[in-house]
C-alpha cells in the first residue's frame, strides 16, 4: 500500500497532510477516548452472555475489540 509509508515519515505525512491519494485505501483513524479499555471490554462481554441482558443496538464488543486490535497493530508500525 502506498499511503502506509508516507503516513509513517513525519515530514512527507507534514507535507501531503491534505493530499487525497486516489485509490490508496483508508486508514482507520479511531480516537482512543472513543475505545473501550480492557476492563470495560470484559464488563460487556460479561453482560452479552446473557440474552436478557444483550445490547440489540450500538457498536457490539465484537467491533470494539477489533478496533482496539487494529489501533494497537498501528501504533506498533
Not at 49 to 76: E, L, Q
Amino acid at each position: 500500500m502506498f499511503i502506509r509509508p508516507i503516513r509513517n515519515d513525519n515530514e512527507l505525512n507534514t507535507l501531503l497532510s491534505d493530499v487525497t491519494i486516489a485509490q490508496g485505501g483508508v486508514l482507520p483513524n479511531v480516537h482512543s477516548t472513543l475505545l473501550l479499555k480492557p476492563s470495560n471490554l470484559e464488563s460487556t462481554s460479561k453482560q452479552t452472555d446473557d440474552p436478557k441482558n444483550r445490547n440489540r443496538g450500538g457498536v457490539s464488543s465484537f467491533d470494539v475489540s477489533t478496533a482496539v486490535d487494529i489501533s494497537d497493530r498501528m501504533a506498533s508500525e
